[in-house]
């Protein structure tokens, strides 16, 4: 899942000039300093400068070598041997601690002793 990120600042060329277009790209590039940026300019027809700011991300060996592993990590939990042992784990740790500070079953019900129809 490759997302890149886009900023959009938007200019009236009749207020703003391109020397002070060149400023406020300088200073938003200033702002992500570790980050690869590409910018485009455009000027649509109803004088309009239209910055867009594409971020890329960094593609190195090592972040593909983690996502691989990440992958490998959850194929293995999605065997049905191991999710059935991993369920009854849980079951049996929730139930201890359940009875660990309550003194009581979990899922039971209280004793009332009492009768009240609908």
Partial sequence: MNRTKYLEYYMDSKIYSKNEVQKSIDETKKEFPNRQI??????????????TFTFNKKNSFIRKIFIKLKFRKKNNLLLTENTKKSKKLKENKVQKRFEKY??????????THTYKPY
Avoid at 102 to 111: F, I, R, S
């Fill in 38 to 51: 590409d910018v485009q300019v455009h000027l649509n027809k109803f004088g309009v400068y239209i910055i």
């Fill in 102 to 111: 309550n003194n009581k079953v979990y899922g039971q019900y209280k004793a």
